[in-house]
């Protein structure tokens, strides 16, 4: 299994133009996350999804959108790009069971916005 | 609201022993992580509470104490290759809502 993949690896926007981060897995997780990593500020959840065709917010969605029309894949848009999307991306999945909470994270990627 | 703490950075000595404490205030709980995080890396799982009391696994244990918000994760034997950021996350309900706190970065100096 190649676990949860994100394309690209790094990055470089100006102000105003939009993007498509790519994220996918193939352990047919149901739960998907996308989360942004900054410096002192730990991850926080921009946006997740509990399964195809369900998407809901976290504590920071503005000015990204997400759609899950398949399992594997959940692809993380950046509508307008600003300075202060800056940051590291991280895609991540889990199992929908209880048994298990543990999350499963991609090997990032790294965006920044001039 | 939710507040996680943890220190923002530790030092120790590799083949010591070091307790990275974590404080939590959540709407809810519903189990606490630690995961591991090398520099310019992905975070990796190392552990999971959800009732009070002690987990060993290996060299890492993590302890929980709901009443008190409080849990720590304790290394042994510390080892060059733990110089790592830890996080420590709160799953505060059955949604998919981790909250994380700002994460530890362990330096183990020889």
């Known amino acids: 299994n190649a676990g949860v993949t994100q394309t690209p690896k790094f990055q470089v926007l100006k102000t105003g133009q939009s993007m498509t981060l790519q994220c996918a897995q193939d352990?047919?997780?149901?739960?998907m996350s996308w989360y942004r990593q900054d410096p002192g500020m730990g991850l926080r959840l921009i946006h997740y999804s509990v399964g195809a065709g369900i998407t809901d917010q976290g504590e920071v969605p503005n000015g990204y959108n997400v759609s899950r029309s398949t399992t594997e894949d959940f692809p993380l848009r950046l509508l307008s790009a600003a300075p202060s999307q800056t940051s590291v991306y991280f895609c991540?999945?889990?199992?929908?069971?209880?048994?298990?909470?543990?999350?499963?994270f991609g090997p990032g990627t790294r965006l920044t916005v001039t | 609201g939710q507040n996680i703490d943890q220190p923002t950075e530790m030092t120790a000595t590799e083949g010591a022993i070091v307790q990275i404490n974590c404080t939590y205030q959540?709407?809810?709980?519903?189990?606490l992580f630690w995961y591991q995080q090398h520099a310019g890396e992905a975070p990796t799982f190392l552990s999971y509470?959800?009732?009070?009391g002690l987990e060993e696994k290996g060299r890492f244990s993590s302890f929980l104490s709901r009443s008190k918000g409080y849990s720590y994760l304790l290394l042994k034997e510390l080892q060059m290759k733990d110089s790592a950021s830890y996080l420590c996350?709160?799953?505060?309900?059955?949604?998919?809502?981790?909250?994380f706190g700002p994460g530890t970065r362990l330096s183990v100096l020889p």
């Open positions: 959540t709407s809810g709980f519903n189990g």
């Open positions: 509470n959800v009732l009070d």
């Open positions: 352990m047919n997780h149901e739960y």
């Open positions: 991540a999945s889990r199992p929908g069971t209880a048994k298990t909470y543990e999350q499963y």
């Open positions: 996350a709160v799953h505060p309900n059955y949604g998919q809502n981790f909250v």
